[in-house]
């Protein structure tokens, strides 16, 4: 690919990415609302302070993944109940180019989703990135949630209420998410994950 082109698709999925912002906005005002939380109130139940709450509600803060998280389980919603955008109908192609990536504060972690973000659903599938020597430390999210990993590059090491799993290319694993873990990357290069996240039946 040339300098011009790589430059362009970092644009556009950097523009895609900031589309987010007012969607995720609109969804957690209306998911609030709906549960007659205040803004307290969520920030009590998902650990996330209410001025940052506000912030994302008026679309003036881009939250990252495990802010985003913790959001959702403090509403009780899938991850794509947040994220999910006006509903469309016939097939749908994703191209990399047009992805929205989701990222951790440190930028060593990204989660893209793998699924149209047009509606919440039940099970959910993201194509996960974690730079050498980066960690994220996920928050715990919805009882019931299972997440389904397998690796495609690279070497993992997954932590789970105090167990390490060593993972190399081609290894799967299979947990309930609800309480926190970890995603470690223990090789020398770009560690790279597809990730089937199924959420109990009473989340929605």
Do not use: C
């Not at 609109?26 to 996330?48: D, F, P, Y």
Request: glycine share 10%; aromatic share 4%; charged share 25%.
């Amino acid at each position: 690919m040339s300098r011009a082109r790589r430059g362009k698709a970092a644009a556009t999925t950097k523009d895609a990415a900031g589309d987010l912002t007012p969607v995720v906005g609109e969804n957690l005002r209306r998911l609030r609302t709906q549960r007659g939380l205040s803004l307290e109130k969520l920030a009590q139940q998902s650990g996330v302070s209410r001025a940052m709450l506000g912030q994302i509600e008026l679309g003036q803060s881009a939250p990252t993944i495990n802010v985003l998280w913790k959001i959702a389980s403090g509403l009780g919603v899938t991850f794509s109940a947040l994220i999910a955008a006006q509903t469309r109908s016939g097939p749908l192609v994703l191209r990399a180019q047009d992805a929205r990536l989701l990222t951790s504060s440190d930028r060593k972690f990204s989660s893209r989703a793998l699924f149209p973000v047009n509606e919440p659903r039940r099970v959910e599938f993201y194509e996960l990135r974690l730079s050498a020597g980066g960690i994220e430390q996920a928050a715990a999210h919805a009882a019931g949630t299972v997440e389904n990993l397998v690796v495609a590059e690279g070497a993992v090491e997954i932590e789970v209420e105090g167990h390490r799993h060593a993972l190399d290319a081609g290894d799967a694993i299979m947990f309930e998410a609800g309480a926190p873990h970890v995603y470690r990357n223990r090789g020398r290069g770009e560690a790279i994950m597809y990730l089937v996240m199924t959420y109990a039946d009473t989340v929605g």
